[in-house]
């Protein structure tokens, strides 16, 4: 208490004290100050609240070779796609929230009688249809599908290996068909 009594006890010029002051400072704006001040504040909240529709960045992803894949649904968790194998070929489904880029995860819930699986975000309660479709906001994007692309073998990297081109969208119904 005596260091806080001396550091008190010293005279500070009017208003210099660091802690409190005899006259109270008024706050004066310029009417230019105040819209500026108005305007910063309405885009700040309007641009801090919209849904970005945010993607991934682009490039290639190994999923591996094409005799190793089942036939049927399999999530890749290293690439963060869900890959579909069917009589018409390949899809790759993106597994990221397109709100902000958050690792979705596949959930069971109960619709009437039957239970159903849907992608959900833990940061921000975005909700998907396990075919990408938006179930429930803040997203307002449907997730992307992805091209694939077969490689023949050379330059380092195994024949028939399946990559996906993260960036190049393709329709849901697109298939890389297989013989």
């Not at 968790?77 to 890959?83: E, S, T, V």
């Not at 194998?85 to 597994?95: C, I, L």
Request: with cysteine; proline share 5%; aromatic share 12%.
């Amino acid at each position: 208490m005596g260091a806080l009594t001396s550091f008190t006890s010293r005279s500070f010029p009017l208003g210099s004290f660091p802690f409190r002051s005899s006259r109270s400072p008024s706050l004066q704006f310029s009417p230019v100050a105040a819209i500026f001040l108005i305007f910063w504040l309405f885009l700040s909240f309007s641009l801090g609240c919209k849904d970005q529709g945010r993607e991934r960045p682009y490039g290639y992803s190994r999923l591996g070779n094409i005799n190793d894949l089942p036939i049927g649904e399999k999530y890749l968790p290293q690439a963060l796609i869900y890959l579909r194998r069917d009589e018409k070929g390949f899809s790759a489904m993106s597994t990221l929230c397109t709100f902000d880029l958050s690792k979705l995860h596949l959930k069971s819930i109960k619709q009437g009688q039957k239970e159903v699986e849907i992608w959900v975000s833990k940061f921000n309660q975005s909700q998907y249809a396990k075919n990408g479709d938006v179930l429930k906001s803040p997203s307002k994007h449907s997730l992307p599908y992805y091209q694939l692309e077969i490689a023949a073998g050379g330059a380092g990297s195994a024949a028939d290996t399946l990559y996906v081109k993260i960036g190049s969208q393709v329709s849901k119904e697109w298939r890389l068909a297989i013989n």
